[in-house]
């Protein structure tokens, strides 16, 4: 699916990857910084972006998480700008992160139309 597929989600454009395993996934489920609320259920999920770079190049991925599974409901390439700045600011760090406020920007502007 393309991220215009899913342009009716509402996301969270404060979740981090980090938070979700915090609030999702570790024992107490608890947001510590008191930003969300504690998960009840599995019915309780978020719907998010992050910045893999596990592969050859940075790709964004939307991810929906619950207590029991995160589901990647799309992926997309960076643009050439926007993969540099991530590049120039994370080096090669391989990992998950949160979205640079410009990719932030870039996917609300890409949501919105």
Do not use: C
Not at 11 to 21: F, G, H, K, L, Q
Not at 66 to 78: D, G, K, R, V
Request: zero cysteines; aromatic letters at 10%.
């Amino acid at each position: 699916m393309t991220l215009e597929d899913h342009k009716d989600l509402i996301i969270d454009w404060n979740m981090s990857p980090a938070e979700a395993v915090t609030l999702y996934l570790e024992w107490g489920n608890n947001s510590w910084h008191a930003d969300h609320l504690p998960v009840r259920s599995k019915d309780d999920f978020s719907n998010y972006f992050l910045v893999d770079t596990w592969g050859a190049e940075p790709v964004v991925r939307l991810i929906q998480r619950n207590s029991e599974e995160a589901i990647e409901l799309a992926e997309l390439p960076l643009p050439a700008i926007l993969r540099e700045e991530f590049i120039e600011e994370y080096g090669n760090l391989k990992g998950v992160f949160e979205p640079t406020e410009q990719i932030k920007d870039w996917l609300k502007a890409r949501l919105e139309n």
